[in-house]
């Protein structure tokens, strides 16, 4: 649909309810603040910096938008996902802000004094760094007059002239994929259920992608220049597309940049094409369907009421037309959705579609006058589908069809029923069929949206979460063959699989791994429900008979361990990535812990649990073992202690008392572990029968702290960074409760480089290694999600043995 109109149908979402003011500048450098009622703009006043909300929202975000524009639409958001919160739920008090911090790094602020780092991934080189807002629309991050960071490298929803979408550091560790995802909403910028960007195999294709993993093709490039779908409007447009061997991409500029165009990927799927002229912003909506098609979130590959005069009938001839005359897309769908979009735009008359090698079609729609079909119509073996009543009626070739699709579909739909039944699909046992429905029941008590979330673009909110056939995962796993597996998860083995053309991992509980029903609907319950950069995330499960599968997102550098632990790899690991890790960690429990809808207590935190993405960001999984408190509940107590040897606190150890305070200490040995490198469970300490904990309190009691520094940090970490590190982690595994600090605390004391702490207190059974503490009768196998072995515990006479030995050093 071609609708033009102005930008003022958005008024009052975008309207602000204060006067902001300029910051008369287009950078800010480090020590210096933008506070919520204050913009930076760029230097030409184009484009403006700043922090926005709307009035159906207490939620405020900061982002860019043109300067001109009096309803201000930001082009890019740099918190879409985790919205700051002001005083008064408004923008314009001084507790939201932006500022450059200790280490160099871009941050947002707001009254709960939690940073966000806007240039997340990238993390800064040094502490000189500015941000300057450029007339391109661009926010780049700088030191020494290098860029290292900049927003064009994390669109949102918005393509603006000079920005790159497609495949960067291809085959690299660093590779990088640029694309839109639409808003949520026209007043919500949170991840939203379109995407746009260059299509994963065939990377000469553009698509828009629907959460479901349903997409149109929306252009192409023909190996000369790029065609749309759609025409542009304003004919403003020059666009460039690159394919080097690093790289793919996709870019263009204006011919006129006095009156600049855009694009926006809706948040009902179409495509919006924004002209300014003067201080005017106008609107074009496109999409692949008619000029009559109100906009659709099931966009137009579906089968409309007839509004053309020839009809939705197309009749068969046999022929040829020149390719000349035709509109030719190779699209990725099948021959009856070619015909849908030729049934669906009134201008096209006729379309024919062919196979392409890599299991394409190509489908050819021909928008000529049907008057004039008949003459140029040449000889060949081809079939032609003309809109109405055909040159010449064949009769009889319609009664014989009319008898044979019935007979068709019938032995079709019977084939595929018994190649379903022969591969269990319906073989469900009716317990586990009751099971899976009341599974599914209780996780979308409150549901009422239906698409769910299956690729990395989309949003995963409270959409009902897909349960895969056995068939799918069988398949994309190579039949779980070893080529495919991963490693060994605490509940069973974990393989790579793909899904939607996107690697994935999936979690196939063994029989014997311990986790029974309660434990999977736990994991699947909560993870489901959690939504945090620094979380793994669920996209979807699988009941089959006794199988039990969950699907996660593929995370390619596996878990913490297995670089920590290695001796070759943990060099990979410096002192700046080991910070970025110990603060993504804190970030993922601080959310858990307060942030979340629920107060979630991890219960099973330790290094091998700790999973990296392509970018080296950590997230926390394995949430089997996980427990949520309600209402004002801070703590509880269990009679069945499962967990880690070397990671659980000693309330609940001895007492079976849990509460975030356990994370907490389970947090400390980490941090102490990743500054080390050495593992709390294995160390000993000859000389003084110490375990990790024990020595490091040694070491700092007795001023030497920066000894537990791993020897392979010792070019690249910061001493002040370091021994904050340690005194930390030994706050954490204090043995009262009470005296550790919170997952609020921690991120404080990470932000602030030149905190003062308070002095830990010796842990208690810091004396205690695994021998002394531990028969390995009662040691049983616990392995994180991708693999490295940990001794987990769970017998009553450990418990036994604890309070034994502690009170044993007390007498002494």
């Not at 982002?63 to 314009?92: C, E």
């Not at 579909?409 to 099971?435: A, Q």
């Not at 294995?682 to 904990?693: G, I």
Request: charged residues 20%.
């Amino acid at each position: 649909m071609k609708t033009s109109r102005t930008f003022s149908l958005l008024l009052c979402t975008f309207t602000c309810f204060f006067v902001r003011l300029s910051y008369a500048s287009d950078t800010l450098s480090h020590g210096q603040f933008l506070y919520s009622n204050q913009t930076l703009v760029s230097a030409g006043g184009v484009f403006e910096l700043g922090f926005f909300s709307s009035p159906s929202s207490p939620d405020t975000y900061m982002g860019i938008w043109f300067k001109n524009d009096k309803n201000q639409k930001p082009v890019w958001v740099a918190n879409r996902n985790s919205p700051l919160m002001d005083s008064v739920g408004t923008v314009g008090s001084s507790e939201v802000y932006l500022t450059i911090r200790y280490d160099g790094n871009m941050v947002i602020l707001d009254r709960r004094d939690t940073p966000f780092i806007v240039n997340y991934g990238a993390v800064a080189p040094g502490k000189n760094t500015t941000v300057t807002i450029l007339d391109s629309g661009n926010l780049v991050l700088m030191e020494g007059g290098d860029t290292f960071w900049q927003s064009f490298y994390y669109p949102t929803d918005t393509f603006l002239p000079g920005m790159k979408l497609g495949l960067f550091n291809i085959n690299t560790e660093e590779s990088r994929r640029q694309y839109l995802v639409s808003w949520s909403s026209t007043s919500d910028p949170t991840d939203g259920p379109y995407a746009l960007g260059i299509d994963q195999v065939n990377h000469t294709q553009f698509n828009v992608w629907r959460s479901d993993g349903a997409f149109q093709q929306i252009g192409f490039w023909d190996g000369h220049e790029f065609h749309l779908f759609f025409k542009s409007k304003s004919d403003n447009l020059n666009y460039s597309f690159v394919w080097h061997s690093n790289e793919i991409y996709l870019t263009f500029s204006n011919k006129n940049s006095s009156m600049p165009s855009w694009f926006v990927v809706a948040s009902d799927g179409l495509i919006d094409e924004f002209m300014m002229v003067g201080n005017e912003i106008t609107i074009v909506d496109y999409s692949l369907c008619n000029d009559t098609m109100a906009r659709s979130s099931n966009g137009c590959l579906v089968r409309k009421p007839s509004a053309c005069s020839d009809g939705d009938n197309f009749s068969r001839v046999t022929g040829m037309l020149p390719s000349s005359l035709f509109l030719s897309w190779p699209i990725r769908i099948d021959p009856y959705d070619c015909e849908i979009l030729c049934r669906n735009n009134c201008s096209c008359v006729a379309y024919t579609y062919d196979s392409l090698p890599d299991d394409g079609t190509l489908c050819q729609l021909y928008y000529g006058n049907k008057t004039d079909l008949q003459k140029i119509v040449r000889t060949g073996n081809s079939t032609i589908y003309v809109r109405g009543n055909a040159f010449k009626s064949d009769r009889k070739l319609l009664a014989v069809t009319i008898m044979v699709i019935p007979l068709v579909l019938f032995i079709l739909i019977l084939l595929l029923w018994i190649k379903c039944n022969s591969l269990g699909i319906y073989e469900f046992r009716s317990g586990t069929r009751d099971s899976m429905r009341l599974l599914l029941l209780q996780l979308n008590a409150d549901d009422n949206a239906s698409s769910p979330n299956l690729i990395e673009f989309g949003r995963q909110k409270d959409h009902e979460l897909p349960l895969l056939s056995f068939s799918f995962i069988v398949k994309s796993t190579n039949n779980f063959s070893l080529a495919n597996k991963l490693g060994q998860g605490g509940f069973g083995p974990v393989y790579k699989g793909k899904l939607l053309q996107h690697n994935i991992a999936v979690k196939r509980l063994s029989k014997s791994s311990g986790q029974g029903p309660v434990e999977f609907k736990n994991e699947v319950q909560l993870i489901s429900k959690l939504q945090h950069r620094n979380l793994v995330k669920l996209l979807g499960c699988c009941i089959h008979r006794e199988e039990k599968i969950l699907i996660y997102e593929y995370m390619p550098n596996k878990s913490l361990d297995s670089f920590l632990f290695d001796q070759s790899k943990r060099r990979l690991l410096n002192w700046r990535q080991r910070i970025h890790i110990i603060e993504g960690i804190a970030q993922g429990l601080l959310y858990l812990h307060k942030y979340s809808r629920l107060r979630i207590i991890h219960r099973d935190l330790k290094i091998s649990n700790i999973l990296l993405d392509a970018h080296m960001n950590p997230k926390i999984s394995d949430f089997g073992l996980a427990r949520i408190l309600s209402g004002n509940e801070c703590r509880a107590k269990t009679n069945r202690v499962v967990g880690t040897f070397g990671y659980m606190s000693p309330e609940y150890l001895m007492h079976g008392l849990f509460s975030t305070k356990s994370d907490v200490f389970s947090f400390g040995v980490i941090v102490l572990e990743i500054v080390s490198g050495r593992k709390n469970a294995n160390f000993y300490e000859s000389d003084h029968s110490l375990n990790l904990l024990g020595h490091a309190w040694n070491l700092w009691k007795s001023g030497r702290a920066a000894e537990l520094m791993d020897s392979t940090l010792a070019d690249s970490s910061s001493m002040q960074s370091l021994v904050l590190c340690i005194q930390l982690g030994l706050l954490c595994v204090q043995d009262c409760a009470e005296d550790r600090p919170t997952m609020s605390d921690v991120v404080s004391m990470l932000s602030n480089e030149g905190a003062t702490l308070p002095n830990p207190k010796q842990p208690t059974y810091s004396n205690l290694t695994t021998e002394t503490m531990l028969s390995e009768t009662f040691i049983g196998e616990g392995r994180g999600m991708y693999g490295a072995s940990d001794g987990a515990l769970s017998h009553p006479i450990y418990m036994l043995l604890c309070n034994t030995a502690i009170l044993a050093r007390f007498v002494a």
